[in-house]
């Protein structure tokens, strides 16, 4: 019997490690370059949990700085530019030989020759927002090639260069350190917390029926649950692990690859995120915790799959992440996490099957609710408010709550409390809410808002129909009508009326809106369209001065407006 367990262990092992190298030699070795001459140092990698999807690539840091030089890591040529003010800012695709594209975002500028085709499709559109696809000869490079210089462009959270290495044939990004990039790492992830979830009616842990949080005592790479206790479980639950990796050239705090349960030694749960799908991306929070990332902004990953939750980086589940433990029966539990370099952090802890404890049935615990199929149509009406989900938006069945507000001060409808903030939805539902003491003159300026969770409003846009007001959302939470009569404000920020820009080479202004949002943005010089880069997340729309800033006097025009048709405008007489 000790020489079977020992052989057993023996072949878990050798079949993990084989597994590893296997997932490994799927993707191409020795192929790819890294895009940057730096220090490989990552503050983000491949699939960790991000708001509303997986991360698709990896972040390289760029010692805090813009401006560093970026090469193609293969032979090939642009398939794809993409200028925005949000997502990827500034982005370039470039497709390999080998069936891969690789993907640089959050770009600073393209080289000259980029750049210069790119200007000229934004001035023929006369658009800053351009999505461009180049004819294959257009743009080819070598690999190592210089293309473009690393950013802070779109939604970026600071200097670095978002990269990717993704399937040509579907889009799909795989985790570009499975292509042999040399990044150093010998650290292995870190368990911060673990949660047990009792999954049925008579379900309890420590005899409690609540969701019950454990804290961790680490020891070298191998953690147990801070009182060494053995868990007391009855019925059906699911775990949970919070968690963080790092590597040895950074102290930022990454995602995790790999997070496996096992129960006496048997592989009961394994997830893996090695490739996704764009399309399937916001499973992610079919994947987590939502409740506790909104409340506490804790990320959780849990074993149970709900569902409606279709995606394919799960093996070895037994009964969908949900465990069994039989009555006074001990179990020996080892949940183990994972970099993709191998790395691992691991949790033990005993448990004791318990049998079911009574507890008292409620039955006034859904007597305002109405039962959801995830599956199904779903739709709620009363004389002044009106909801349809369509099915597949929800992850699982829900008991869905209700409840009527009187109009407040600014509002103008009722207010409607709509579900609740910790339940995620996957799809855009329908909502029509009646107004009330909304004149005619403020019609075209009404829009559907949601209280979010931090009490502040949110337009979600919509239009008016036989006195509802009618929009989509993917988010449950309190919704009333607001109008906005407000225009943007515009305000310059090295410009005046009169003055002269001749040592200037750039005219920056900010512009923003109180509440519907900016729908648009137009500048012309002497009339004419001018490019103005659009830095949303600060505000900020910049135009470099060039030829088409005469010498002598020039008029120069801004003219924005929101969601609703408020408008500015922003004159200014500039010399130069």
């Given at each position: 019997m000790r020489f079977n367990r020992t052989f057993f262990l023996l072949f878990i092992f050798l079949l993990s490690n084989y597994l590893n190298l296997f997932a490994q030699n799927k993707y191409p070795q020795g192929y790819f370059r890294l895009p940057l001459d730096l220090t490989p140092s990552l503050s983000g990698t491949f699939s960790e949990i991000r708001s509303n999807h997986f991360h698709s690539g990896v972040d390289l840091r760029t010692q805090g700085a813009e401006g560093k030089p970026?090469?193609?890591?293969?032979?090939?040529?642009?398939?794809r530019i993409r200028v925005q003010p949000v997502g990827f800012g500034k982005a370039l695709y470039i497709e390999h030989s080998n069936g891969y594209t690789s993907v640089y975002g959050h770009?600073?500028?393209?080289?000259?020759?980029?750049?210069?085709?790119?200007?000229?499709?934004?001035?023929?559109?006369?658009?800053?927002?351009?999505?461009?696809?180049?004819?294959?000869?257009?743009?080819?490079?070598?690999?190592?090639?210089?293309?473009?210089?690393?950013?802070?462009?779109g939604s970026s959270g600071g200097p670095h260069l978002h990269f990717e290495i993704r399937k040509t044939s579907n889009q799909n990004p795989i985790n570009p350190l499975l292509c042999g990039l040399d990044i150093r790492d010998n650290i292995a992830p870190v368990i911060q917390a673990f949660k047990v979830y009792p999954v049925s009616e008579y379900s309890t842990v420590n005899n409690s029926p609540d969701n019950m949080l454990f804290t961790v005592t680490a020891n070298n790479n191998t953690y147990t649950i801070n009182d060494?206790?053995?868990?007391?479980?009855?019925?059906?639950?699911?775990?949970?692990?919070?968690?963080?990796?790092?590597?040895?050239?950074?102290?930022?705090?990454?995602?995790?690859?790999?997070?496996?349960?096992?129960?006496?030694?048997?592989?009961?749960?394994?997830?893996?995120?090695?490739e996704i799908s764009f399309d399937e991306t916001r499973y992610v929070n079919s994947v987590i915790d939502y409740e506790e990332l909104i409340r506490r902004k804790r990320r959780f990953i849990q074993t149970r799959i709900l569902p409606n939750n279709p995606l394919k980086i799960y093996s070895s589940v037994k009964n969908k992440g949900v465990f069994t433990f039989d009555e006074n029966k001990e179990y020996k539990v080892v949940v183990e996490l994972a970099d993709v370099a191998g790395n691992k952090g691991i949790l033990k802890f005993l448990v004791i099957g318990k049998p079911p404890v009574h507890i008292p049935l409620n039955r006034n615990e859904h007597k305002n609710s109405v039962h959801f199929r995830w599956d199904h149509p779903n739709s709620f009406e009363s004389e002044t408010f009106n909801l349809e989900i369509p099915p597949g938006s929800l992850y699982e069945n829900i008991w869905f709550t209700y409840k009527e507000e009187r109009p407040k001060n600014g509002t103008f409808a009722k207010l409607y409390h709509v579900h609740n903030y910790y339940t995620p939805l996957h799809n855009s539902f329908t909502i029509s809410i009646k107004t009330e003491n909304l004149s005619p003159a403020l019609i075209n300026k009404a829009v559907v808002a949601r209280l979010d969770e931090k009490g502040q409003w949110v337009s979600e846009g919509g239009g008016y129909k036989n006195g509802f007001m009618t929009a989509r959302s993917r988010n449950f939470g309190v919704y009333s009508v607001k109008v906005d009569t407000l225009a943007p404000k515009i305000i310059p920020v090295n410009i005046q009326n009169g003055k002269n820009i001749s040592q200037q080479k750039t005219i920056s202004l900010k512009i923003s809106d109180s509440f519907a949002g900016i729908k648009s943005y137009r500048a012309t010089m002497n009339g004419k369209w001018i490019l103005m880069d659009y830095d949303r997340k600060n505000d900020l729309i910049t135009y470099e001065i060039d030829d088409r800033t005469l010498k002598g006097n020039n008029s120069f025009l801004l003219v924005v407006e929101d969601n609703v048709g408020n408008r500015s405008e922003y004159k200014a007489n500039l010399i130069r």
């Amino acid at each position: 019997m000790r020489f079977n367990r020992t052989f057993f262990l023996l072949f878990i092992f050798l079949l993990s490690n084989y597994l590893n190298l296997f997932a490994q030699n799927k993707y191409p070795q020795g192929y790819f370059r890294l895009p940057l001459d730096l220090t490989p140092s990552l503050s983000g990698t491949f699939s960790e949990i991000r708001s509303n999807h997986f991360h698709s690539g990896v972040d390289l840091r760029t010692q805090g700085a813009e401006g560093k030089p970026v090469y193609a890591i293969a032979d090939g040529h642009v398939a794809r530019i993409r200028v925005q003010p949000v997502g990827f800012g500034k982005a370039l695709y470039i497709e390999h030989s080998n069936g891969y594209t690789s993907v640089y975002g959050h770009l600073h500028n393209f080289i000259p020759a980029i750049q210069k085709y790119v200007v000229a499709e934004q001035y023929r559109r006369e658009s800053f927002d351009v999505d461009l696809y180049p004819a294959e000869d257009k743009f080819y490079f070598k690999k190592g090639d210089l293309i473009a210089w690393s950013g802070n462009s779109g939604s970026s959270g600071g200097p670095h260069l978002h990269f990717e290495i993704r399937k040509t044939s579907n889009q799909n990004p795989i985790n570009p350190l499975l292509c042999g990039l040399d990044i150093r790492d010998n650290i292995a992830p870190v368990i911060q917390a673990f949660k047990v979830y009792p999954v049925s009616e008579y379900s309890t842990v420590n005899n409690s029926p609540d969701n019950m949080l454990f804290t961790v005592t680490a020891n070298n790479n191998t953690y147990t649950i801070n009182d060494n206790k053995p868990l007391m479980i009855s019925g059906d639950v699911a775990f949970g692990v919070q968690s963080y990796d790092k590597h040895n050239a950074s102290e930022l705090r990454n995602g995790i690859v790999s997070f496996k349960v096992f129960i006496d030694d048997e592989q009961v749960f394994a997830y893996r995120v090695d490739e996704i799908s764009f399309d399937e991306t916001r499973y992610v929070n079919s994947v987590i915790d939502y409740e506790e990332l909104i409340r506490r902004k804790r990320r959780f990953i849990q074993t149970r799959i709900l569902p409606n939750n279709p995606l394919k980086i799960y093996s070895s589940v037994k009964n969908k992440g949900v465990f069994t433990f039989d009555e006074n029966k001990e179990y020996k539990v080892v949940v183990e996490l994972a970099d993709v370099a191998g790395n691992k952090g691991i949790l033990k802890f005993l448990v004791i099957g318990k049998p079911p404890v009574h507890i008292p049935l409620n039955r006034n615990e859904h007597k305002n609710s109405v039962h959801f199929r995830w599956d199904h149509p779903n739709s709620f009406e009363s004389e002044t408010f009106n909801l349809e989900i369509p099915p597949g938006s929800l992850y699982e069945n829900i008991w869905f709550t209700y409840k009527e507000e009187r109009p407040k001060n600014g509002t103008f409808a009722k207010l409607y409390h709509v579900h609740n903030y910790y339940t995620p939805l996957h799809n855009s539902f329908t909502i029509s809410i009646k107004t009330e003491n909304l004149s005619p003159a403020l019609i075209n300026k009404a829009v559907v808002a949601r209280l979010d969770e931090k009490g502040q409003w949110v337009s979600e846009g919509g239009g008016y129909k036989n006195g509802f007001m009618t929009a989509r959302s993917r988010n449950f939470g309190v919704y009333s009508v607001k109008v906005d009569t407000l225009a943007p404000k515009i305000i310059p920020v090295n410009i005046q009326n009169g003055k002269n820009i001749s040592q200037q080479k750039t005219i920056s202004l900010k512009i923003s809106d109180s509440f519907a949002g900016i729908k648009s943005y137009r500048a012309t010089m002497n009339g004419k369209w001018i490019l103005m880069d659009y830095d949303r997340k600060n505000d900020l729309i910049t135009y470099e001065i060039d030829d088409r800033t005469l010498k002598g006097n020039n008029s120069f025009l801004l003219v924005v407006e929101d969601n609703v048709g408020n408008r500015s405008e922003y004159k200014a007489n500039l010399i130069r």
